[in-house]
């Protein structure tokens, strides 16, 4: 196969390798840092969107959002692709289209392999077909012959019509130039299509992007109560937070919360709070005690106080028992405090409640504190907290990914934008660097332009036996030594060149006629030439 023209071949070259690196920063796996990974549809829970069979392509996104179909890795069972019904402090709940049930596990962000993006039907079918011991070998077999095809060199066109000239002849250096130049265009032509590509991904997305930033602050809080008790039962004359409550020996408690609001950038903090008593029956009776009327304060703390007597909650049961008829063992007594929090939080406005209970069991002799919660029996029910976030819209930098990596827009479009410079700049002054030389000396632009395809003989050399056809141009000689096969083969003559191409039985031929002699005055400068004629004058 003849060579192509230096700057076909450089520039096509640096089109295959961008356009097969743009395949695989599109397509790579993420098993090799990509962002793509392959899901096979195996079984009907996604029915109709997702058939069973189907190859699924998912790649990596900054955020997913409810209705995304998505693929993640569950730790038993391996990947499942479902779709997100909701999403709650850092986990999604899924569930497949066909089922009427959700997801058993919740993902987080970093269970998720990605967001559906293509769907292939059928394909899965196929490549669970490749992974059998056949298949394998059948494509083992397949690659392994069109290595051998097209890997192993073929046999250069044998050179029967003359002797060629030394290893450091015209030709052969200026075939050197030919192959630098290939070289330099090929270079340049990778930087030239990757900053492209890289200019449209940076260009058809926006520098910024609104996204939601997540403000956390914590409610923190801290029960405690006392009264006065018998020296001899308890060693000490007061109650200490804790302890149980024997109703025959204490009938006045005093209550006590120490509240905090926990945030950073947290200004202009105010609010309400009061202090409440319920006690309260399993079948939903209920009293409630003011122990604190609200008050308003400002910053972000507050402390409440308040005392029950333990008299008014005795009669409140006593009354219930007689009026219905129906006795207890125990009832709940909750202490709890309401309140509310209003201010600013990182420039925008907040307003959140808090009212955890301390809770007792009581009887007909004594009260003791409950434990907070059943999930959390560990969990100390004198120290409450609750955290929150304030979601607030922001304007951030917007980023693409590439292999992995993300990169800010703004910097793409700087990278491309230089990229673009260097690349067709040094493509640019290459062609006029060219076109200079075809102007200049046209044996040298013919040697850039098909030396890879032509071979310099001797004069004298070459048999000219046979019918001879004269080309108009070097272009036209080039395309019959393509089409069939052959050698150009150049003849350096006292004329500047002759061209010759045999091709069954026939031999084509183009000189390069000499250019015109210059004349001494030619050659002289212009400088020279008007002092000569002041002279002779």
């Known amino acids: 196969m003849v060579a192509s023209h230096p700057w076909r071949k450089g520039l096509w070259a640096a089109l295959v390798v961008v356009l097969l690196s743009s395949l695989w920063v599109t397509f790579a796996p993420t098993q090799a840092g990509g962002n793509a990974a392959y899901v096979i549809v195996a079984g009907a829970s996604m029915n109709p969107a997702l058939q069973r069979g189907d190859l699924v392509i998912v790649r ?7 209705s995304d179909i998505v693929a993640y890795q569950h730790p038993t069972i391996g990947p499942i692709i479902h779709r997100i019904l909701a999403a709650q402090e850092g986990t999604f709940t899924l569930k497949g289209d066909a089922n009427s049930w959700v997801d058993s596990y919740s993902p987080s962000a970093a269970d998720i392999l990605g967001k559906a993006w293509i769907r292939l039907p059928g394909v899965g079918r196929l490549l669970a077909w490749l992974r059998q011991p056949i298949a394998l070998g059948l494509v083992a077999l397949l690659i392994s012959l069109l290595v051998v095809t097209t890997v192993v060199p073929m046999s250069a066109p ?9 290893a450091w002849s015209p030709s052969r250096r200026m075939a050197i130039n030919a192959g630098t130049l290939q070289t330099a265009i090929f270079i340049l032509g990778i930087v030239s299509l990757l900053s492209a590509v890289l200019a449209i991904a940076a260009w058809t997305h926006s520098i910024s992007r609104q996204s939601t930033q997540s403000v956390p602050y914590e409610h923190r809080g801290t029960f405690a109560y006392t009264a006065t008790v018998p020296l001899k039962v308890y060693g000490e004359v007061r109650l200490e937070a ?12 005093d209550f006590y919360f120490d509240y905090r609001l ?3 950038h947290a200004s202009a ?22 122990l604190r009327r609200a008050v308003t304060f400002e910053g972000e703390s507050i402390r409440l106080e308040g005392a029950l007597d333990l008299n008014v909650i005795s009669s409140y049961l006593q009354e219930l028992e007689d009026q219905t008829g129906v006795t207890r063992p125990f009832y709940t007594l909750a202490i709890y405090p309401e309140i509310l929090v209003q201010g600013d939080l990182a420039g925008n406005a907040l307003e ?14 004594q009260m003791q504190v409950l434990p907070r919660d059943a999930d959390t029996p560990n969990a100390n029910p004198m120290e409450p907290s609750d955290k929150g ?5 922001v304007v951030e930098p917007n980023r693409i990914s590439i292999l992995g990596a993300t990169v800010a827009v703004a910097g793409a479009r700087r990278v491309a934008g230089i990229g673009l410079v260097i690349g067709l700049g040094g493509l640019a002054l290459l062609a006029v660097w060219f076109y200079r030389e075809q102007q200049v000396d046209p044996a040298a632009s013919i040697q850039l332009k098909y030396g890879a395809q032509m071979a310099e003989l001797q004069a004298g050399s070459f048999e000219t036996a046979g019918e001879t056809q004269e080309m108009a141009s070097i272009d036209d000689l080039a ?3 393509e089409k069939s096969g052959q050698m150009i083969y150049w003849i350096l003559s006292d004329p500047v060149g002759d061209y010759f191409v045999h091709d069954a039985g026939r031999l084509y031929h183009f000189r390069l006629p000499r250019p015109p002699k210059m004349t001494p005055a030619d050659e002289a400068p212009s400088g020279a030439r008007g002092l000569s004629e002041k002279d002779a004058g």
């Not at 804790?242 to 408690?253: A, F, H, I, Q, S």
Request: charged share 30%; aromatic share 6%.
């Open 242 to 253: 804790g302890e149980p409550v024997y109703l025959r020996l204490t009938r006045m408690v």
């Open 158 to 166: 044998e050179n029967k019509h003359g002797k060629e000239t030394g």
């Open 479 to 481: 395309r019959i030594a």
């Open 389 to 393: 976030a304030l979601e607030i819209g």
């Open 262 to 264: 926990s945030a950073e």
């Open 352 to 365: 959140s409640a808090f009212a955890p209970k301390l809770k007792f069991l009581v009887d007909k002799l």
């Open 269 to 290: 903090i105010r609010g309400t709070a009061r202090l409440l008593a319920d006690v309260s029956d399993t079948n939903g009776w209920h009293r409630t005690i003011e």
């Open 60 to 66: 990596k996104a900054p955020d997913y959002g409810v």
